[in-house]
């Protein structure tokens, strides 16, 4: 079970870049929630993924060398999770229920390649959750990663909506 859980369902063997697959799994599980529960459900699963990813990281690293194996990539999914927060929000906002919230998919690129930037090149605080070594550490710089990555979504969104005004 730890296992399904810290490799997203496996995701996490998937090579090369298996970072980059797990966050993209989680747009596509970010979307399939938004689905069924709209952006709440994924707002309310996101502490889940993140206490269930932090307990399937310490069973799954535990006594090994490496504390942050590549194909552990719930920390990913959690992240990604909330660097789409604003778009989900967003699109409810604009009225836009089922498939139709795809019509923001400049929203969801940006959280996604945001996501990865700062996930790859760990600025600041993200740095340092990185450096923590263990479990914590694992999940931590990608939950940083993913403010950083809603931050950025948010500050794009009013550039675009509020100052060019489109």
Do not use: C
């Not at 063997?13 to 697959?21: D, E, N, V």
């Not at 707002?43 to 310490?58: E, I, M, Q, S």
């Not at 999770?81 to 139709?100: D, E, F, K, Q, R």
């Not at 479990?135 to 100052?163: C, N, Q, R, S």
Request: charged share 10%; hydrophobic share 55%; net charge negative.
């Amino acid at each position: 079970m730890t296992r399904l859980i810290a490799t997203f369902f496996y995701t996490g063997y998937l090579k090369p870049f298996s970072g980059t697959w797990g966050s993209a799994a989680g747009v596509i599980a970010a979307f399939l929630l938004f689905l069924l529960g709209g952006w709440v459900l994924v707002a309310l699963l996101t502490p889940v993924a993140f206490g269930l990813g932090w307990w399937a990281t310490a069973v799954e690293t535990a006594g090994k060398e490496n504390h942050d194996p590549s194909e552990v990539v719930i920390d990913e999914v959690a992240g990604q999770w909330i660097a789409l927060l604003p778009v989900l929000i967003g699109a409810t906002h604009a009225g836009l229920t089922g498939p139709n919230v795809l019509e923001l998919w400049p929203g969801w690129l940006t959280a996604f390649f945001a996501f990865r930037f700062f996930d790859i090149l760990k600025p600041g605080p993200i740095g340092w959750a990185d450096r923590q070594h263990g479990p914590l550490g694992v999940m931590l710089d990608d939950i940083f990663a993913g403010i950083a990555a809603a931050i950025t979504v948010g500050l794009a969104a009013y550039v675009y909506h509020g100052i060019l005004g489109a």
